[in-house]
Every structure is written in C-alpha cells, then in structure tokens.
C-alpha cells in the first residue's frame, strides 16, 4: 500500500503536498492500525516548521540553504569573472531527529 503520493519518483509534489505530505503518512499509518515509531519510522527530506508541531515531530534534514545559496552565488560570480571556482564547494546537511525516529541515524 502506497503510504504517500509524494514519494513516488515519477510524481512531483505541488507546494500544498509538500506542506502536508507528512500528514498523509502518519494519518495513513494510524489509519492502518501502525504505530509511530513503533512499527513505522518516518522521516521526511527538507526540514519546515510544521514537522516540530505534528503529533509525533518528525524527523527531517536540514540543508543550510542560505550555505547553499552563498555557495552557488559566489561560483557564478566566479564564472562570470572568467575564472573557474578553486574546487566543488559543498554545504553541510544535518539529521534533525525528532520522536518519529527516536534512535540515532549515524553511525
């Protein structure tokens, strides 16, 4: 059974899915007799603000994406001045785990 729409590779989540899609998940999983995060571990891939409000948090990552965009706007102005960047810049990343996966996600 196909817990949530937004997890299919071939579908792309309008904004108001993905605002809620962790609804859908939890609200499938309690609709199937499942607990969380008993029988269901549930983690979604952008951290946003309602996951700390949902009942259980859901545990999320979190890409810095201010880093990220510092990063790309500082190798486009690299390029645009003729140079090539120095290496590949990468921003950091971070599981952020809340009570929907309450054990440790590294090792």
């Known amino acids: 059974m196909k817990l949530e729409s937004c997890a299919a590779p071939s579908h792309r989540c309008t904004d108001a899915e993905a605002g809620t899609r962790h609804h859908g998940t939890t609200r499938a999983a309690y609709d199937l007799g ?3 995060p008993g029988s269901v ?11 700390l409000i949902s009942d259980p948090t859901i545990t ?9 965009a510092a990063l ?6 690299t ?6 960047p ?6 950091r990343s971070e599981v952020r785990v809340r009570a929907s996966t309450p054990i440790s996600l590294t090792p």
């Open 60 to 68: 999320a990552l979190h890409f810095f994406p201010q880093e990220q």
């Open 86 to 91: 120095a290496a590949q810049s990468h921003a």
């Open 34 to 36: 499942l607990s969380i």
């Open 79 to 84: 390029l645009i001045d003729g140079d090539e």
């Open 41 to 51: 571990l549930i983690a979604q891939d952008s951290d946003e603000p309602a996951l």
């Open 72 to 77: 790309a706007v500082n190798a486009l102005l």
